[in-house]
């Protein structure tokens, strides 16, 4: 059994993670532990320096007891937006606090993101992002920093959190038919609280090319963090590469 650790910002699209622990059909346990965001954070997560206070450290401490506790053998910050608002150095200094803190292999979505891109060889891509136009530029350059092309930049402008999580399938597919640009390999969807893993297989089906998604890509991550690799098509193209081991 391998317990992967996470820790989340509210509860935006967390049900998507004992969705994710199914569909990979194997002795992977998925750990998630809620972060506080208090009411004002709540309230205006794409906006401003929200997304850096969601990952300050003291937050983001909170919740590694519960994790250790659990059995947790590595640990993901479940947020994009905070970690990517940290720029690149920022964001690596904020897993590198992590895992001191949790004494266990920690990362965050922004470094999955880089991470799964280089896992399904495109190294141009095109995001769709529900945040607000600048926020969705900074995620671009973090990008960017990882040696990867962003070809396209799509922005919706979503202010809340709460409402992206109220997003259906319809409107995923939307953004991302919305932001696929011929030139790239891949289609990025950014925001942890959209709900995407039931409609990965629909949305690589009409693009024709890899998808890969916040909450897809942060538990792939874990995964990766623990030398774990598991084979589940319905989870989407980055987790059919080789080589597979399926227990």
Same mark, same amino acid.
């Given at each position: 059994?391998?317990?992967?650790?996470?820790?989340?910002?509210?509860?935006?699209?967390?049900?998507?993670?004992?969705?994710?622990?199914?569909?990979?059909?194997?002795?992977?346990?998925?750990?998630?532990?809620?972060?506080?965001t208090g009411t004002e954070l709540a309230e205006d997560a794409h906006q401003g320096d929200a997304p850096?206070?969601?990952?300050?450290?003291?937050?983001?401490?909170?919740?590694?007891?519960?994790?250790?506790?659990?059995?947790?053998?590595?640990?993901?910050?479940?947020?994009?937006?905070?970690?990517?608002?940290? +720029?690149? &150095?920022?964001?690596?200094?904020?897993?590198?606090? *992590?895992? =001191?803190? /949790?004494?266990? @292999? !920690?990362s965050s979505t922004s470094f999955a993101f880089v991470h799964a891109v280089q896992e399904v060889g495109?190294?141009?891509?095109?995001?769709?992002?529900?945040?607000?136009?600048?926020?969705?530029?900074?995620?671009?350059?973090?990008?960017?920093?990882?040696?990867?092309?962003?070809?396209?930049?799509?922005?919706?402008?979503?202010?809340?959190?709460?409402?992206?999580?109220?997003?259906?399938?319809?409107?995923?597919?939307?953004?991302?038919?919305?932001?696929?640009?011929? +030139?790239? &390999?891949?289609?990025?969807?950014?925001?942890?609280? *959209?709900? =995407?893993? /039931?409609?990965? @297989? !629909?949305?690589?089906?009409?693009?024709g090319k890899p998808v890969l998604t916040a909450n897809q890509v942060t538990v792939w991550e874990a995964?990766?963090?623990?030398?774990?690799?598991?084979?589940?098509?319905?989870?989407?193209?980055?987790?059919?590469?080789?080589?597979?081991?399926?227990?």
């Amino acid at each position: 059994m391998t317990a992967l650790g996470f820790l989340h910002p509210g509860h935006s699209a967390e049900d998507d993670y004992p969705r994710i622990e199914q569909l990979l059909g194997s002795d992977i346990r998925v750990e998630l532990v809620r972060t506080d965001t208090g009411t004002e954070l709540a309230e205006d997560a794409h906006q401003g320096d929200a997304p850096l206070r969601l990952g300050a450290p003291h937050r983001l401490a909170a919740g590694v007891e519960q994790l250790r506790l659990s059995g947790a053998e590595a640990v993901v910050w479940a947020s994009t937006s905070g970690s990517f608002g940290y +720029g690149w &150095e920022g964001a690596h200094e904020q897993v590198r606090t *992590l895992a =001191t803190t /949790a004494g266990m @292999p !920690a990362s965050s979505t922004s470094f999955a993101f880089v991470h799964a891109v280089q896992e399904v060889g495109a190294m141009r891509v095109a995001v769709g992002a529900t945040y607000p136009r600048e926020v969705s530029a900074r995620f671009a350059e973090f990008l960017r920093a990882g040696g990867v092309e962003v070809t396209a930049l799509h922005s919706v402008g979503v202010a809340t959190a709460a409402e992206a999580g109220a997003w259906g399938e319809e409107e995923v597919l939307a953004l991302a038919r919305a932001a696929d640009d011929p +030139g790239a &390999e891949a289609v990025l969807l950014p925001d942890t609280a *959209l709900h =995407t893993v /039931a409609c990965i @297989p !629909a949305l690589e089906k009409e693009l024709g090319k890899p998808v890969l998604t916040a909450n897809q890509v942060t538990v792939w991550e874990a995964l990766r963090l623990t030398a774990r690799r598991v084979n589940a098509p319905g989870l989407g193209a980055l987790f059919t590469r080789e080589p597979i081991v399926q227990v």
